[in-house]
C-alpha cells in the first residue's frame, strides 16, 4: 500500500507564476490536510478536504491560494502569482477519518522556492 | 538529556541515553496529542499518540507524559540512538471543533556517538 504521494517534490517559480502542488492519499482514505512549512518552524494547518468539499479552509492566505479535491485524481493546492513569501514546503496528509479520531499519514512534501 | 520549555530548539545527547523532549500546548480544550518526528528532507513520520483521557502512553522505547493541569506533553525516548537524531514536533487537536493539527515549533535532537 503505498503512501501518500506528493509531486513534484521540488518546484521552483519566478515571481508571478502558479504554482500546482499534487498530493495523492493513501488508498482508502477520503481525507486530505494541507500544511505549510517555513524554514525552521513547525507545520501551520492551511486546509481540509473530504471529495468534492472543503471541509475547513481558515488557515489558507485569503488570496492567490486555492484548493480542490476532485471525485477522480489528486488534490491539488494552487498558488496563483507566487511571491517569495510563498517559499516554503508544502505537506499533504490523509485520513480514512476526520483527523483527530485518528493519526494521519504525511507525504515527503513539495519545496516550492520563489526566485 | 532533557530540553526547557519552548525556549531550548536543540538538545544533544550521547548514544544509550534517555532523551526528554518538552512540550507546552496552548489549547487548554485540546483532547488528542501527537508526536511526530522529521527528519531531514522528509515528511513527520508518527511516533505515538496520547488522548486527554490519559496521562502516560508507552511504545516501544517512548512513553509520552500528559500534564493537563499544566498543559505540558513529553516525550521519553529510552536507550536514544544515531537513527533518533531528527527534529520532534507535538501537534494537538480539538476533536469537537474541527480537524485541524496545531503543530508545536519543534526540537532537533542531536545523538552523539
Known amino acids: 500500500n503505498a503512501g501518500v504521494m506528493q509531486n513534484p517534490r521540488h518546484l521552483v517559480r519566478r515571481r508571478g507564476q502558479e504554482a500546482r502542488l499534487r498530493c495523492s492519499p493513501m488508498?482508502?482514505?477520503?481525507?486530505v490536510y494541507w500544511y505549510r512549512q517555513l524554514p525552521e518552524e513547525g507545520l501551520k494547518f492551511m486546509v481540509y478536504?473530504?471529495?468534492?468539499?472543503?471541509?475547513?479552509e481558515s488557515g489558507m492566505p485569503k488570496e492567490r491560494f486555492s484548493a480542490e479535491f476532485p471525485k477522480e485524481g489528486p488534490s491539488i493546492l494552487r498558488i496563483q502569482q507566487v511571491v517569495r513569501g510563498d517559499s516554503a514546503a508544502y505537506f499533504c496528509?490523509?485520513?480514512?477519518?476526520?483527523?483527530?479520531?485518528?493519526?494521519?499519514?504525511f507525504g515527503q512534501g513539495t519545496r516550492l522556492t520563489v526566485v | 538529556g532533557e530540553s526547557v520549555g519552548l525556549h531550548l530548539p536543540t538538545l544533544s545527547v550521547q548514544e544509550g541515553d534517555n532523551s526528554i523532549i518538552n512540550c507546552a500546548y496552548s489549547?487548554?480544550?485540546?483532547?488528542?496529542f501527537i508526536w511526530y518526528k522529521q527528519e531531514s528532507g522528509k515528511g513527520p513520520q508518527f511516533i505515538i499518540d496520547?488522548?486527554?483521557?490519559?496521562d502516560k502512553r508507552q511504545g516501544q522505547r517512548v512513553t509520552v507524559l500528559l500534564n493537563k493541569t499544566v498543559k505540558h506533553l513529553s516525550l521519553q525516548i529510552a536507550a536514544t540512538q544515531p537513527g533518533d537524531s531528527a527534529v520532534y514536533f507535538c501537534?494537538?487537536?480539538?476533536?469537537?471543533?474541527?480537524?485541524?493539527?496545531?503543530f508545536g515549533e519543534g526540537t532537533q535532537l542531536t545523538v552523539n556517538p
Open positions: 501537534a494537538e487537536n480539538e476533536e469537537t471543533s474541527g480537524s485541524r493539527l496545531t
Open positions: 478536504l473530504q471529495k468534492e468539499n472543503i471541509i475547513d
Open positions: 489549547n487548554s480544550a485540546s483532547d488528542y
Open positions: 496520547i488522548r486527554s483521557n490519559m
Open positions: 488508498k482508502g482514505h477520503s481525507h
Open positions: 496528509a490523509s485520513s480514512p477519518y476526520r483527523q483527530g479520531n485518528t493519526e494521519a499519514f
